[in-house]
């Protein structure tokens, strides 16, 4: 079969699936065909995003009813372990890819299903099927990096997606890695009833966003009961689940009966017969420019481009390469990627914190007159970061409930540069935590000033 103006996509995860939808609102009558060796669908919604914070949300939900006198009175039992999994499976279908499937085909795209090998420059081999191409959009993904500890692998370990997965709440956990990934199921697990030691080499909690995220979260764990050891490294594993050790640089020995490896993920690029394509591999992923090509009839999206490995960052970067393949203009443009860590606190960042030129000020939500309903009110951020010459936002981090909510406003303001004199007029609504913007914003006028 002539490949002419077909085109095969690489994996049917959010970036792959969301790329076939995007080209098909663009071009009704290109044919689409969409491989996947796993669950269409993909990581996120599996064995990240949308399990991950169903599992969150319950002890969320409890906690913050214990700050609220009247509820704190009502809320008497425990949280459900077996309800909790029971929630998760809801969420995600049981696994069950029928849905994503049959979306795919209600777009007219046919979904493969095996692993996929370039074979040629406009060849696709899946199984004993050759899928002739003119077009090729890799969108594979990524995996957990697995750090080189001696005795972790003769040990076992889980990886976010035997953590996600698991049916039962291990009496102790060691988390290798203070990531958004290692914070967030160390916590969940925590108030599932785990004793929880989190690990990383780095010196703060979530060590890529602003030090005052970290700082802030490191507290709200030790409140909880989290042993957080920020500055060690693992340097030995001993013994297999539930009798293990993990032996520190600093000589400090850590009993658990089950370790987590969060340690950051890997792109996908190897083992499909890229070399083929000549583009160019890199350990951050596929390079690529701002229509997301990485060759000649080839684009990468999602973690497998590596620019961002966050879901939507792939489905923008999706709907930039169905753009391009329809002949559109367009180009992307990551000034503002929005992230959120669905810790408690959640953190929310956008932008950059740090570069010449810029201006920092902050609003601390704890002690300040932020009039919220909240009685202790809970520690709190906004800190932002602006261009001094051109009086814009280029960057903000909040930290507080909902945070990831309330950063809408500012990935907009960052996006679409609006003057600070415009944000300070903008009437935020009252009480809310969002208000804390206006603080911070007036902090931030004030730095400029100086």
């Avoid at 994996?11 to 669950?39: N, Q, T």
């Avoid at 199984?127 to 090729?136: D, P, Q, S, V």
């Avoid at 931030?444 to 000033?449: G, H, K, P």
Wanted: glycine share 12%; net charge negative; hydrophobic share 45%.
């Amino acid at each position: 079969m002539s490949g002419n103006g077909r085109v095969v996509v690489l994996g049917a995860g959010s970036s792959g699936e969301h790329f076939a939808g995007a080209l098909r609102a663009l071009d009704a009558e290109l044919e689409i065909v969409v491989v996947e060796r796993e669950l269409a669908g993909g990581e996120c919604s599996y064995y990240a995003c949308l399990p991950t914070k169903t599992l969150l949300r319950p002890a969320e939900v409890l906690a913050a009813a214990r700050l609220a006198p009247g509820a704190a009175e009502a809320v008497t039992g425990e949280l459900d372990p077996e309800r909790v999994f029971w929630w998760r499976d809801q969420v995600t279908d049981g696994r069950d890819d029928s849905w994503h499937a049959g979306w795919l085909s209600s777009h007219r795209a046919e979904l493969v299903r095996g692993d996929a090998r370039v074979v040629d420059p406009g060849v696709v081999a899946v199984g004993e099927r050759r899928i002739e191409y003119e077009k090729l959009v890799i969108a594979t993904g990524s995996t957990p990096a697995i750090p080189s500890i001696p005795g972790l692998e003769k040990a076992g370990y889980w990886t976010n997606r035997e953590a996600v997965w698991a049916g039962r709440i291990p009496e102790s956990l060691v988390v290798l890695g203070g990531g958004p990934v290692g914070c967030e199921l160390a916590q969940f697990y925590r108030r599932m009833g785990s004793l929880v030691t989190v690990v990383d080499p780095n010196e703060r909690l979530l060590p890529k966003l602003d030090p005052d995220a970290g700082a802030l979260l490191h507290s709200a764990f030790e409140r909880e009961g989290i042993a957080v050891r920020i500055g060690a490294r693992a340097e030995r594993v001993e013994g297999k689940p539930p009798k293990l050790r993990v032996e520190l640089d600093s000589g400090e020995p850590i009993d658990a009966s089950q370790i987590l490896v969060a340690a950051g993920r890997r792109p996908n690029v190897h083992g499909f017969g890229l070399e083929e394509l000549g583009i160019e591999l890199t350990p951050r992923g596929i390079a690529v420019d701002d229509r997301m090509r990485s060759g000649d009839g080839v684009w990468a999206i999602g973690d497998a481009a590596g620019v961002a490995l966050l879901t939507h960052v792939g489905k923008y970067q999706a709907r930039v390469a169905a753009a391009d393949i329809a002949g559109r203009e367009v180009r992307a443009d990551y000034r503002a990627i929005p992230a959120a860590v669905f810790t408690d606190p959640q953190v929310g960042s956008v932008g950059r914190m740090e570069g010449d030129g810029l201006v920092t000020a902050s609003y601390r939500i704890a002690g300040g007159r932020l009039s919220t309903y909240e009685r202790p009110r809970r520690n709190g951020l906004v800190k932002l970061a602006a261009d001094r010459e051109r009086r814009i936002l280029v960057g903000a981090i909040a930290i507080g409930p909902e945070a990831g909510e309330w950063l809408g406003q500012l990935t907009l303001a960052v996006r679409a540069a609006i003057p600070l004199e415009v944000l300070l007029d903008t009437i935020q609504p009252y009480p809310t935590f969002s208000e804390a913007i206006f603080n911070a914003l007036r902090e931030l006028d004030t730095a400029l000033a100086s």
